[in-house]
Structures are given as structure tokens and as C-alpha cells.
Nanobody, 132 residues
Framework: EHLVESGGGLVESGGSLRLSCAASGFPLPLDYYAIGWFRQAPGKEREGISC?????????????NYADSVKGRFTISRDIAKNMVYLEMNNLKVEDTAKYYCAADRSCTVIGGTVIPLFDYWGQGIQVTVSS
């Protein structure tokens, strides 16, 4: 099972980026998996920013969870036919600068509004840098 992120880069504050995560080698379609996006800035712990729950193969969006720091600005989605997961990021701020990771497993773990990084499968990460 592999996850590969793309779409990162340098953007000015207030700008937008769309991160993509290509999934391959998973035995079931992507709607059987929960998908998470995390980020880690230098010197900081990995932060769970979004999770899209499994829909148990019924397609559809699943339940979306977002960290307060990105709520209203970021949107998680998946394209089952393309085996792709996306994170649309709008109104980016300097504090969004970090390395971003996608992750997959059978369920999201959200405790007190925080997406917990209890995922078995991880991408290698991609850098997002927001300049002021």
C-alpha cells in the first residue's frame, strides 16, 4: 500500500493550494478507508488537520473532521475512481507552513476535536511554505 503526495510548494499568504494524494496497492476501494491529512512544522509535533471517514464502500463523502486551525479554509475530498485524495487549502497563512502528510486506515480517531495520527499507512510528505 502506497500513498504519494503532490501539489505542495511556495505560495503567498492568502493564496491557495490543492494537495493531492495518490493511493495505490490498497486491496479495497478508497471509500473503504478513512483518509487523514497531517502536518508537521520544524520543532513541532505532528498535527492532525483533517480526516474523512470511511463510507464502507457506499461512496459518498463520509464524515469530515477538521482542526479548528483550518476549519472553514481547508476541504478534504476523495475521488474513488481515480484513487485520489485531495486537500484544498484556501486563505493560507504563514502558520500553515509545514510538511504535509496523507494517511489511510480503516477509521478516523478523533478525540476532543483532534485528529489522532493512528494510521497504518503514510505518504512521504510534501512541503508547503506560505510567505508573508
Amino acid at each position: 500500500e502506497h500513498l504519494v503526495e503532490s501539489g505542495g510548494g511556495l505560495v503567498e499568504s492568502g493564496g491557495s493550494l490543492r494537495l493531492s494524494c495518490a493511493a495505490s496497492g490498497f486491496p479495497l476501494p478508497l471509500d473503504y478507508y478513512a483518509i487523514g491529512w497531517f502536518r508537521q512544522a520544524p520543532g513541532k509535533e505532528r498535527e492532525g488537520i483533517s480526516c474523512l471517514s470511511s463510507s464502507d464502500g457506499r461512496g459518498g463523502l463520509g464524515t469530515q473532521n477538521y482542526a479548528d486551525s483550518v476549519k472553514g479554509r481547508f476541504t478534504i475530498s476523495r475521488d474513488i475512481a481515480k484513487n485520489m485524495v485531495y486537500l484544498e487549502m484556501n486563505n493560507l497563512k504563514v502558520e500553515d507552513t509545514a510538511k504535509y502528510y496523507c494517511a489511510a486506515d480503516r477509521s478516523c480517531t478523533v478525540i476532543g476535536g483532534t485528529v489522532i495520527p493512528l494510521f497504518d499507512y503514510w505518504g512521504q510528505g510534501i512541503q508547503v511554505t506560505v510567505s508573508s
